[in-house]
């Protein structure tokens, strides 16, 4: 069935049926609902990592500045002070979602909208007929690269954005905020021209850590600039923010910490580690690898990296989907080097959690990875359990 369903997909791709189907679901809600998005300020981010960071940071700034937000990210939406978690296994959710939820928030009264964009969101249309403000790219690492057929088409992906944010969105004073420590930055520069604004590092207080998160900030920081916000509101914001849970999320700090990071890809995986590493203890990762055949190629690449850095590393499950876990786990374990850590294996991830919380020693750190926020494990045929790795850490620690 599955084989079907793909050659099908394949025939309609090569008809443009998709083409149309999805500008058909990206124009008739822009219509329904309105176009809200010419009724507010409309901030769009893209790039591989720092998205849902620097969304949470700029709604966090707005707000500390006294304004209403509507927030579609990843980790939640939100309409001013309503907030809700996404669960749609979906950081851009389709069929007019974005649109509805934009309706929403003028209704509301929220004078700013704050949206993540990811590149197959936009292969699949569902930026058009939002008019954007300001868009944001955080910088590429190599993710969907299998689905997209290669990295420089997923870069393609994440650079329509930026066309179409400079071409068609019927907003004045359009301003594109950019990654000057990204190699791909000058791809993106190219397309905003004399519109672009470059930003490094934040140098100012704050609460989380990590060069990424100073990244985060500083992207942040020029996204309220150019919308007229007072720099003493933009630093007492980001000193006071705590962090977005998911990210970097400490479930405990001493006697070892506990963490629980989204990081999925080799570069994040490294940042994370890089900033969690220190002499006082080990790190302990557990972590796994998405299935259904998504980006098989990095799997080895995890495994070269975390044994690099990891004293424990335990390999489990995040979301297998239709492949075996068992493959998914030896294919990670093929890229550790010859000199490895200690490693377990557990296809149950929360027995892969207490194990790691089991082992460690007053200055270690583990570190979960894979999952942050996700609601859900995804097996076969659509099967799908409840998790949360942080509640699943806490038990683990209440028990010890």
Not at 189 to 204: M, P, R, S, T, W
Not at 287 to 304: A, I, M, T
Not at 361 to 381: H, M, Q, Y
Request: hydrophobic share 40%.
């Amino acid at each position: 069935m599955a084989r079907i369903k793909k050659t099908l997909r394949g025939v309609a791709s090569s008809l443009g049926i998709l083409k149309i189907y999805h500008l058909l679901f990206a124009w008739f809600p822009a219509v329904l609902y309105g176009h809200p998005s010419s009724k507010m300020v409309l901030v769009g981010i893209t790039g591989t990592k720092g998205k849902t960071t620097v969304a949470e940071l700029v709604t966090a700034i707005l707000v500390r500045a006294g304004e209403k937000v509507a927030l579609s990210s990843s980790y939640r939406f939100c309409i001013g002070e309503k907030s809700w978690i996404n669960k749609m296994g979906n950081t851009m959710p389709g069929r007019g979602y974005i649109q509805r939820l934009l309706r929403m928030g003028v209704k509301e009264g929220c004078k700013y909208g704050v949206v993540e964009v990811v590149s197959e969101g936009v292969t699949q249309y569902r930026h058009k007929f939002l008019d954007f403000n300001i868009a944001v790219f955080t910088g590429l690492h190599p993710e969907h690269i299998e689905s997209h057929g290669g990295f420089e088409k997923y870069r393609e992906a994440k650079l329509d954005f930026f066309r179409d944010v400079k071409n068609n969105s019927k907003k004045h004073n359009k301003k594109f905020v950019i990654n000057k420590n990204s190699e791909d930055g000058k791809y993106f520069a190219e397309v905003a021209g004399k519109d672009a604004i470059f930003y490094e590092k934040y140098d100012g207080e704050l609460q989380i850590i990590g060069d990424f998160n100073k990244e985060n900030a500083a992207a942040a920081t020029e996204v309220a600039k150019a919308l007229g916000v007072r720099d003493e509101i933009i630093k007492g914001a980001l000193a006071d923010f705590d962090g977005v849970p998911g990210r970097m999320d400490f479930v405990q700090e001493t006697p070892f910490a506990v963490v629980v990071d989204y990081a999925h890809t080799p570069g994040s995986l490294e940042a994370a580690y890089g900033a969690l590493k220190s002499d006082k203890g080990g790190l302990i990762c557990v972590f796994g690898s998405d299935g259904g055949g998504r980006d098989k190629w990095k799997r080895p690449k995890l495994g070269e990296i975390a044994s690099q850095y990891c004293r424990d590393l335990i390999l489990t499950i995040e979301n297998p989907y239709d492949e075996d876990p068992q493959k998914i786990v030896d294919e990670i374990r093929s890229g550790v080097r010859s000199d490895p850590p200690r490693i377990y294996e557990f296809l149950n991830r929360g027995d892969a959690i207490k194990k790691a919380i089991d082992i460690a020693k007053p200055g270690d750190a583990v570190i979960i990875t894979g999952k942050g926020t996700e609601p859900f494990i995804r097996l076969a045929k659509g099967k799908k359990i409840s998790w949360s790795d942080r509640d699943v850490a806490a038990r683990a620690l209440a028990s010890k």
